[in-house]
């Protein structure tokens, strides 16, 4: 082998792997920006929503491209404990809210008192200040001008006789059921 043919070769070679290395610096360096702007993204999201990002199961078939649990909840910047923990659902909590709706839905001018009252009379025990923090979670105010629960009962009511739709979306839907009655005709 003559040796001016070998350095040819090596240095072919070694440009090569300088052509190389350079796209993949460039590769490392995009990819390097990109997960610091995923990273800032990913911040701006709430813990709930970064918890339901990972993927507790991950894929046996493709080992390379999955990531172990732990990995995901590093990435994410959440306590791999935390994403395990399912909440107990207060079902007294629900039925108390799910009361208070209903007598919103039927009577809308009642404030915390009159609502705690009928609760009471139900046979729910609650006291005001729960009332008044539930109705707050829920965002119920109570309809206290004469124009809002004018407002509130022709168009934001759900109507047992309109089959629990609002008085607006059934004359909507009447108006282009004429409209497709005239184009028809």
């Given at each position: 082998?003559?040796p001016?043919?070998a350095?040819?070769?090596?240095?072919?070679?070694?440009?090569?792997?300088?052509?190389q290395?350079?796209?993949?610096?460039a590769?490392?360096?995009?990819?390097?920006?990109?997960k610091?702007?995923?990273?800032?993204?990913?911040?701006?999201?709430g813990?709930?929503?970064?918890?339901?990002?990972?993927?507790?199961?991950?894929?046996?078939?493709?080992?390379?491209?999955?990531?172990?649990?732990?990995?995901q909840?590093?990435?994410?910047?959440?306590?791999?404990?935390?994403?395990?923990?399912?909440?107990?659902?207060?079902n007294?909590?629900?039925?108390?809210?799910?009361?208070?709706?209903?007598v919103?839905?039927?009577?809308?001018i009642?404030?915390?008192?009159?609502?705690?009252?009928?609760?009471?009379?139900?046979?729910?025990?609650?006291?005001?200040?729960?009332?008044?923090?539930?109705?707050?979670?829920?965002?119920?105010?109570a309809?206290?001008?004469?124009?809002?629960?004018?407002?509130?009962?022709?168009?934001?009511?759900?109507?047992?006789?309109?089959?629990?739709?609002?008085?607006?979306?059934?004359?909507?839907?009447?108006?282009k059921?004429?409209?497709?009655?005239?184009?028809?005709?």
């Amino acid at each position: 082998m003559e040796p001016s043919k070998a350095v040819k070769e090596y240095k072919d070679e070694l440009i090569k792997a300088q052509v190389q290395n350079e796209r993949l610096t460039a590769l490392v360096g995009k990819v390097t920006v990109e997960k610091e702007w995923l990273v800032k993204k990913l911040k701006s999201l709430g813990l709930s929503n970064r918890k339901q990002l990972v993927d507790l199961k991950p894929s046996l078939l493709h080992t390379s491209s999955s990531l172990s649990v732990n990995h995901q909840c590093q990435l994410l910047g959440i306590n791999r404990s935390g994403i395990y923990y399912k909440p107990k659902i207060n079902n007294a909590k629900q039925v108390i809210k799910h009361h208070i709706v209903k007598v919103f839905e039927r009577i809308p001018i009642y404030g915390e008192k009159k609502v705690h009252q009928q609760l009471l009379e139900n046979g729910h025990k609650v006291s005001l200040n729960t009332v008044a923090r539930y109705r707050q979670e829920l965002g119920l105010k109570a309809v206290t001008d004469v124009d809002d629960y004018i407002e509130f009962y022709n168009y934001r009511r759900f109507h047992e006789t309109l089959k629990y739709k609002e008085p607006m979306d059934v004359h909507q839907e009447s108006i282009k059921l004429n409209q497709k009655k005239k184009r028809a005709s």
